[in-house]
């Protein structure tokens, strides 16, 4: 997996529209989020993982609860994440569930978990691959090869999870392992010893 762009719109922290650049943080192959408490670094992640899974990271609460409470009301909250997931470059777009005002007369509207896939194809030119939530969530996991919860523990050691890795059962530690870790050359030798 390669992140390429992310785009947070009155998502969590960031009320306004924000974008990380990946590709140019990434030039010198590796990089560090460092900022002080309350500066976004958890909020960029969670919308990695919002974008991917269609569900945060951390132990947030629902949909909900990932607008920023800064945010213009007007404005609708989204995260679009371009990535190369097995050699293919995705743009995935979320908007969760979320309140807007009504376009016309007074009061609010519930709009749903709104989801868009496409793959960005040479030349410029795109293919949808999804506008459902649960086809999105079922293709992205494939592609992926994590689960949310696997993803979570592995991917985003950095916010928590690391205790959770070192307490987990030695099957299921291995089962993540196998998966992340070409081991089939090793697995062999050791069924040939």
């Known amino acids: 997996m390669r992140l390429h762009r992310l785009e947070m719109t009155a998502f969590l922290a960031f009320p306004g529209r924000e974008t990380v650049d990946f590709d140019a943080l990434s030039e010198a192959g590796l990089f560090l989020l460092q900022g002080p408490t309350g500066a976004g670094k958890s909020s960029v992640l969670d919308a990695v993982c919002f974008a991917l899974y269609g569900e945060v990271a951390s132990e947030r609460p ?16 989204s995260v679009v994440l371009e990535v190369t ?16 005002p ?32 649960q086809e ?18 592995v991917v985003m050691l950095p916010q928590g999870g690391f205790a959770q890795v070192l307490h987990a059962d030695s099957s299921e530690r291995e089962t993540l392992l196998r998966r992340l870790f070409d081991v089939e050359r090793f697995s062999r030798v050791e069924f040939w010893l």
């Open 136 to 153: 999105a969530g079922i293709e992205l996991t494939e592609l992926i090869g994590l689960r949310r919860e696997q993803f979570r523990q």
């Open 62 to 77: 629902g949909g909900e609860a990932l607008r920023s409470h800064h945010a213009d009301p007007g404005t609708p909250t």
């Open 85 to 100: 997931l097995q050699g293919r470059r995705l743009r995935i777009e979320r908007h969760p569930a979320q309140e807007r």
């Open 102 to 133: 009504k376009r016309r007369g007074e009061g609010t509207v519930t709009d749903p978990h709104r989801v868009t896939v496409s793959e960005l194809l040479p030349g410029g030119a795109t293919r949808a691959l999804s506008s459902s939530p």
